[in-house]
Structures are given as C-alpha cells and as structure tokens.
C-alpha cells in the first residue's frame, strides 16, 4: 500500500524535474541555432540585400548563379585545395610532434605545452603575427632568406597570388598541429610497451615498429584527428581575415569568406545564405564517407 | 614511467636537440610578439629578432589612454564570463535531466542537442543576424551571450552525459530520502561532483569566446568599440604603421590566455581528449 503510493507520487515528480531542467537550453537553442538554420532554408530562395524590408522570392536562381559562377568556382578549389593540404600537412606534423614528445628523455612537459600553445591564440592575433614575419620589407623570413644568400628566393608572400595560400596554410598548421598532436599522444601511450618489446626481439627495427604496429594501432586517434581536421579547415575564417582579405584578387577566397564577403560586404544576403547551405551539405557528407572509410582501418585491441 | 635512470644514449641527445629546434621555431612567434610589444616601432623594422633595447611602454600607455581599447577589453571580459556562468546554470542541468531521466523523449532531445554540433555558425549567421534585429537584440552584449550559450548545448550536454553515467544513483537517493528537493539535489549533491567536466567547459568555452572573432564583429554596434580581438582586426587596417601598438594589444589578449594555460593545464589537455570522443 504505501510502497504503490511512493512510486505513483515519484512518477508525476519525475516528469516535471526533467522537463523544465532541459527547457532553457532546448529555448536558447532552438531559437539561436535551430531555427536560424531552417530559415536559411527559406531565405536562399530570395535576393534579399539585408536591409529591404520587402523579400523577393526567385526560386532556384541562386544555385543557378553558383553553378555557373567562375568567383564560387575558385573558391570552391581553393577551399578543396586548402583542405587537403591541411590535412595532410597538420597530421602529419602532429603525429612527428607527437612521437617526439613521447620519446624525448627531458623536459617531455615544457615541450609539449610550447608545441600546443599556439592552437590557444585567437587565428586574428596569430595572422597578425605571422602576417608581419612574412612582410616583404621587414619580415623575419625574407631577412633570414637574406642572411643566408638567398635572396633572390624573396618575395612578397601574402601579396604575390602564387603564395598567398601556400602561407596561410603553412601558418594554419604552426596554430592548429598542437591540438592533433594531443590526441595522436594519448594514442601513443595508450600502446602497450611490450608490443614493442616483443616486436625488437623478433627483430624489427624503429621504423618497422612505426609502420607495424604504432602506426595501426592509431588508428583510431587518426580517424578523430582527420575529421576534426577537415572541418576545421573549412571552417576556416579568421587568418584569411587579417592576413588577406580573400585576396590579391580572388586568389584565398574560400567557401566560408566568398559567403561572407557576398553577405555583408556586396549585400547580397540571399545568395550568401544559398552558398551557406552548400557549404553545410558539404561538411555533413564529408564528415559521414570519413566516418564510414576511417572505421574500416581501425584495429581493435 | 618506463625509462628508469637507464644511462644516456646517444640516441637520446640527438633526439632531444632536434626537439628543441623544433620547439624553437614553434615558439618563435609568440616570442617575436611579446618583444616586439615592448619595442620601438623602429626598432621591430631594424631587427625583428633583437630584444628591446629599453622597456618601452609607450605603445601600452597609447593605447590604454588614448583609443577606445580599454572598452573592448571589458567587453571581451563581460561576453566571456557573462557566457560562461549562464552556462554553467543551464547546461549541467539539462544534461542532468537527458541522463538520468533516460526515457524516449529525452533520448530525442540528445539527439536533437548533438546535431548543433555539425552545424557550423557560418550555415546560419545571415539568418541570426536578421532575427536578432527583429529581437531587438542587436548592438547589445545579451545577443552575444545568448548566441554562445545555445551554440554549446550540443557539445556541453555530451561532455556532462558522458560523465554523469558514471556517478552511481545511490548518492542522489539517499538525499531524495532525506527530502531533498530534485533541483536541491542537482545543485549540492550532484554539481560538485561534476567539477572536471565544468572545468574543462570554462576552460574551452572560455577561450573560445575570449578569441572570437566573427559572431561578434557581426552582431555588436558599429561605430563603438567591440571585442578586444575585433579592435586589434581594425587597427591592422587603421593602424598599419604602427606595428608596436597592435603587437602591445595582441600581448594584452594573449596574457590572460597565458596565466589560464599555466594554471589550469590539465583541464586544457582533458578538454581536448574528451571532446576528441565524439568522433
């Protein structure tokens, strides 16, 4: 009798608590994530300019003008370009920095935060910084290149179309490899010593090892590092912000500035929206075949 | 751990100088900012990688006194911790009520939550930016607040859920038979227990917010000072000869940052492990 009364009384409790502890932030985020996103659905449709009070409707146009567009084409290029160089380059640079944080006998702790500071800098301060060390006249680099009898190598690296890119991304991976290398870190430790040990008996030299076992049984950190990796480049804003401005000319103008740029600086905030739900359909399919090519690879333990 | 006083190998030298090469260049930069804050604009054009010749501090008195810096740094500072705490109210709690009430309709809203998470703020910032004019809550600090707080539901409820599943019930029932009221319960009997996960959230949350650019370029008055990292945007443009005074203002953002990382290092790595399990 009185145990049936107890558990009648906590079920009616028990629906109230969960209900309005999840309310204010089902409110917020339905109302500054959710329904922004769906209305971008909607306002692709349109030309509106950001500030005529009076939307017009002109169906498909939008995509028609991005398809044809040769401006959205290179961006599109440049932010498939920029992707996989980065990638590549910031995996492979975290997982070296990694291995040499792991392996080296002294200070492993004062190593490991200088390798990881720059990934806390705001990507602003951070091209600002590399924006001046690149600088033609004065930056550090043409200096050294100097210095060493190079400099006809000189050249005006964010200025000249050839490089602009290639040193935003270089710059991109000093800023984010620390973060990768964290992750590929705890991979490495959570190796067990006697496979290596097994492994030197029978023979097999440090590369072997790498190859063989360390590697393989990465896997997993490399599927989360490639992913986050990718998004995060497209994703990318702030550097190309400062240090070039999507230019000289058209030449760093990625699907993230070309949408910025198109919305707040041409006002043209339907097209921009349009090229918005690209780029979310972009990254969703991107991130889905990852998930399902990486998971193949993975050894479990 | 494992290398216990064995004697030095050769190996082991050559590996540690090239680490400290590598660690050299990666640390040049941030040196090359700090010095170059303390410099003579002349000084940063003659030789980038000297040190200062005196501690010059008259591009930190310029601009603390005579632009409109000091207010951006109190607004960075009131976005950040005015974020921060709000979510530190809302989100714990909600992830509190997905967890432990575990029924259909909350497993809905997890997934719903954790969805946010692939939407990039690019995706939808043209249409926030329109609605909160309607709101009118454009051109004041609660925009932004707001925005940050809904933007990390999706990840703040995964870090809390996760943890939570490992705090046994058994705690949360006795005090219930005590008469503790379930709110009474989340806050003194379940929330200090979930320290770790707060802070890693501050941690991450808080930088993030504190180096934002974009959102709240877009979103606060035109014509006033914003955010630290928005001023420092402009006066690369404004300021272009004077290169002192933008590096005095990166170093005044970067300190904070600094003092955080020292502090509190664990929870940065932590924070950057767990977040990794979501892939």
């Given at each position: 009798?009185?145990?049936?009364?107890?558990?009648?009384?906590?079920?009616?409790?028990?629906?109230?608590y969960a209900?309005?502890f999840?309310?204010?932030?089902?409110?917020?985020?339905?109302?500054?994530?959710?329904?922004?996103?769906?209305?971008?659905?909607?306002?692709?449709?349109?030309?509106?300019?950001?500030?005529?009070?009076?939307?017009?409707?002109?169906?498909?146009?939008?995509?028609?003008?991005?398809?044809?567009?040769?401006?959205?084409?290179?961006?599109?290029?440049?932010?498939?370009?920029?992707?996989?160089?980065?990638?590549?380059?910031?995996?492979?640079?975290?997982?070296?920095?990694?291995?040499?944080?792991?392996?080296?006998?002294?200070?492993?702790?004062?190593?490991?935060?200088?390798?990881?500071?720059?990934?806390?800098?705001?990507?602003?301060?951070?091209?600002?910084?590399?924006?001046?060390?690149?600088?033609?006249?004065?930056?550090?680099?043409?200096?050294?290149?100097?210095?060493?009898?190079?400099?006809?190598?000189?050249?005006?690296?964010?200025?000249?179309?050839?490089?602009?890119?290639?040193?935003?991304?270089?710059?991109?991976?000093?800023?984010?490899?620390?973060?990768?290398?964290?992750?590929?870190?705890?991979?490495?430790?959570?190796?067990?010593?006697?496979?290596?040990?097994?492994?030197?008996?029978?023979?097999?030299?440090?590369?072997?090892?790498?190859?063989?076992?360390?590697?393989?049984?990465?896997?997993?950190?490399?599927?989360?590092?490639?992913?986050?990796?990718?998004?995060?480049?497209?994703?990318?804003?702030?550097?190309?912000?400062?240090?070039?401005?999507?230019?000289?000319?058209?030449?760093?103008?990625?699907?993230?500035?070309?949408?910025?740029?198109?919305?707040?600086?041409?006002?043209?905030?339907?097209?921009?929206?349009?090229?918005?739900?690209?780029?979310?359909?972009?990254?969703?399919?991107?991130?889905?075949?990852?998930?399902?090519?990486?998971?193949?690879?993975?050894?479990?333990? | 751990?494992?290398?216990?006083?064995?004697?030095?190998?050769?190996?082991?030298?050559?590996?540690?100088?090239?680490?400290?090469?590598?660690?050299?260049?990666?640390?040049?930069?941030?040196?090359?900012?700090?010095?170059?804050?303390?410099?003579?604009?002349?000084?940063?054009?003659?030789?980038?990688?000297?040190?200062?010749?005196?501690?010059?501090?008259?591009?930190?008195?310029?601009?603390?006194?005579?632009?409109?810096?000091?207010?951006?740094?109190?607004?960075?500072?009131?976005?950040?911790?005015?974020?921060?705490?709000?979510?530190i109210f809302?989100i714990p709690m909600a992830a509190y009520g997905i967890e432990r009430k575990?029924?259909?309709?909350?497993?809905?809203?997890?997934?719903?939550?954790?969805?946010?998470?692939?939407?990039?703020?690019?995706?939808?910032?043209?249409?926030?930016?329109?609605?909160?004019?309607?709101?009118?809550?454009?051109?004041?600090?609660?925009?932004?607040?707001?925005?940050?707080?809904?933007?990390?539901?999706?990840?703040?409820v995964?870090l809390y859920t996760s943890f939570l599943k490992g705090i046994p019930r058994e705690i949360e029932e006795s005090a219930e038979?005590d008469?503790c009221s379930r709110i009474g319960i989340f806050w003194r009997v379940v929330f200090p227990l979930l320290g770790p996960v707060t802070?890693?959230?501050?941690?991450?949350?808080?930088?993030?917010?504190?180096?934002?650019?974009?959102?709240?370029?877009?979103?606060?008055?035109?014509?006033?000072?914003?955010?630290?990292?928005?001023?420092?945007?402009?006066?690369?443009?404004?300021?272009?000869?004077?290169?002192?005074?933008?590096?005095?203002?990166?170093?005044?953002?970067?300190?904070?940052?600094?003092?955080?990382?020292?502090?509190?290092?664990?929870?940065?790595?932590?924070?950057?492990?767990?977040?990794?399990?979501?892939?």
């Amino acid at each position: 009798m009185s145990a049936s009364f107890v558990k009648t009384k906590r079920k009616t409790w028990w629906k109230d608590y969960a209900l309005w502890f999840i309310l204010p932030a089902f409110a917020l985020y339905s109302v500054f994530v959710i329904w922004p996103t769906l209305s971008s659905i909607n306002l692709s449709f349109t030309s509106w300019d950001g500030i005529n009070p009076d939307i017009r409707y002109i169906g498909f146009e939008n995509f028609k003008e991005m398809w044809n567009s040769p401006r959205v084409h290179n961006a599109l290029i440049n932010t498939i370009y920029l992707a996989i160089a980065l990638v590549l380059l910031e995996n492979i640079v975290a997982l070296a920095l990694a291995v040499l944080v792991d392996k080296v006998r002294w200070f492993r702790n004062l190593f490991r935060s200088i390798f990881y500071f720059p990934v806390l800098m705001s990507g602003i301060i951070m091209g600002f910084i590399w924006m001046i060390i690149l600088n033609y006249n004065f930056g550090v680099v043409n200096q050294l290149l100097d210095a060493i009898g190079l400099g006809n190598l000189k050249t005006d690296w964010l200025g000249n179309p050839d490089f602009a890119l290639l040193s935003i991304i270089l710059s991109t991976v000093w800023k984010a490899a620390g973060y990768y290398m964290i992750i590929y870190l705890a991979g490495l430790q959570g190796i067990p010593q006697e496979l290596m040990e097994a492994a030197s008996i029978d023979g097999a030299g440090r590369w072997k090892q790498f190859r063989h076992i360390t590697f393989p049984l990465l896997a997993g950190a490399t599927t989360v590092c490639v992913m986050l990796s990718m998004i995060g480049s497209l994703k990318m804003f702030d550097q190309i912000a400062v240090m070039t401005n999507g230019g000289p000319g058209f030449a760093t103008e990625t699907l993230t500035y070309i949408i910025y740029r198109v919305a707040f600086g041409e006002g043209r905030q339907g097209f921009g929206t349009a090229l918005a739900l690209v780029l979310f359909i972009l990254i969703l399919l991107i991130s889905l075949v990852q998930i399902k090519v990486l998971r193949k690879r993975e050894v479990q333990m | 751990m494992r290398k216990t006083k064995a004697r030095i190998r050769p190996g082991d030298v050559v590996l540690f100088a090239v680490t400290l090469i590598v660690a050299i260049l990666f640390a040049f930069p941030i040196y090359f900012n700090i010095m170059s804050a303390f410099k003579t604009n002349g000084e940063i054009l003659r030789d980038a990688i000297a040190f200062p010749s005196g501690f010059y501090l008259e591009s930190f008195k310029y601009l603390l006194t005579k632009t409109d810096y000091p207010k951006a740094i109190s607004n960075s500072a009131i976005l950040t911790a005015g974020s921060i705490i709000c979510m530190i109210f809302i989100i714990p709690m909600a992830a509190y009520g997905i967890e432990r009430k575990n029924s259909k309709w909350t497993n809905g809203v997890y997934i719903y939550f954790l969805f946010g998470m692939m939407i990039p703020f690019q995706v939808y910032m043209i249409p926030l930016f329109k609605q909160l004019k309607t709101m009118g809550l454009f051109g004041n600090l609660a925009g932004p607040i707001l925005i940050y707080i809904a933007g990390s539901v999706g990840f703040g409820v995964l870090l809390y859920t996760s943890f939570l599943k490992g705090i046994p019930r058994e705690i949360e029932e006795s005090a219930e038979i005590d008469g503790c009221s379930r709110i009474g319960i989340f806050w003194r009997v379940v929330f200090p227990l979930l320290g770790p996960v707060t802070a890693s959230m501050v941690v991450l949350q808080g930088l993030g917010i504190w180096n934002d650019f974009l959102m709240p370029m877009l979103v606060l008055p035109s014509g006033e000072p914003k955010t630290m990292i928005v001023e420092l945007f402009f006066y690369v443009g404004e300021f272009s000869s004077r290169w002192d005074m933008i590096f005095a203002g990166t170093t005044m953002s970067l300190v904070p940052v600094l003092i955080a990382f020292l502090s509190l290092q664990k929870y940065f790595v932590k924070g950057v492990s767990s977040g990794a399990i979501k892939g």
